[in-house]
C-alpha cells in the first residue's frame, strides 16, 4: 500500500489521496502484528465463550487499526474521487459510499456479536479492494503512453 501510494503521487500528480492511502497500508500493518485471539467460534473450531487470560491488547490494536484502515481508505476515495473524471469519479464516489455503508454494517454486526459478521467484513474487503486494484490498472494503462515518451 505504501508503493502504491507512492504510485498514486506519481500517476495522479497529488498526495492528497496517498496520504490516506498510507495511512490504510500503516493500519494494515498493526492490525496484522495484533491479530485477535480466536473468539465466538471464529475460525472455525475455535471456542464459542471468551477465555480467561485472552490477550485484549492484541485484540483492541486490531479491532482499532481495522477501523482507521477502512476511514482512511474512505478518505482516499473521497480525495481521489475529486482528482478523476467521468467513470471513474463515479466508481470512485461510489466505491467510497458502499465501502463507507459496509464498514458500519461490518461495526454493527461485530457489535451485536452477528453470525453474518465476517461475511459483511468480506463484502467490505471486496468493494476496496476491486477499486484498488482495477484503479491501479486504469492508472498504469492512461499513465504508460506519457511514461514511455
Known amino acids: 500500500m505504501f508503493a502504491y501510494a507512492v504510485g498514486l503521487v506519481g500517476a ?50 486490531h479491532i482499532v487499526g ?15 474521487a475529486g482528482h478523476l473524471e467521468g467513470f471513474w469519479r463515479l466508481y470512485t464516489g461510489l466505491t467510497a459510499v458502499a465501502g463507507l455503508a459496509f464498514t458500519i454494517r461490518t461495526a454493527l454486526a461485530f457489535q451485536k456479536d452477528a453470525a453474518y459478521t465476517g461475511l459483511v467484513q468480506r463484502g467490505l474487503i471486496l468493494v476496496y479492494w476491486s477499486w484498488i486494484v482495477l484503479l491501479a490498472i486504469n492508472l498504469a494503462i492512461v499513465q504508460a503512453p506519457s511514461m514511455s515518451m
Not at 498526495?15 to 473468539?39: E, N
Not at 477501523?67 to 478518505?75: E, S
Open 12 to 61: 495522479m500528480n497529488t498526495t492528497v489521496g496517498a496520504v490516506p492511502m498510507a495511512i490504510f497500508g500503516f493500519s494494515l500493518i498493526v492490525a496484522g502484528v495484533f491479530p485477535p485471539d480466536p473468539v465466538r467460534g471464529y475460525p472455525p473450531g475455535a471456542l464459542t465463550e471468551v477465555r480467561a487470560g485472552v490477550t485484549w491488547q492484541h485484540r483492541v490494536h
Open 66 to 80: 481495522a477501523p482507521i484502515a477502512f476511514l482512511a481508505l474512505w478518505g482516499s476515495c473521497l480525495t481521489i
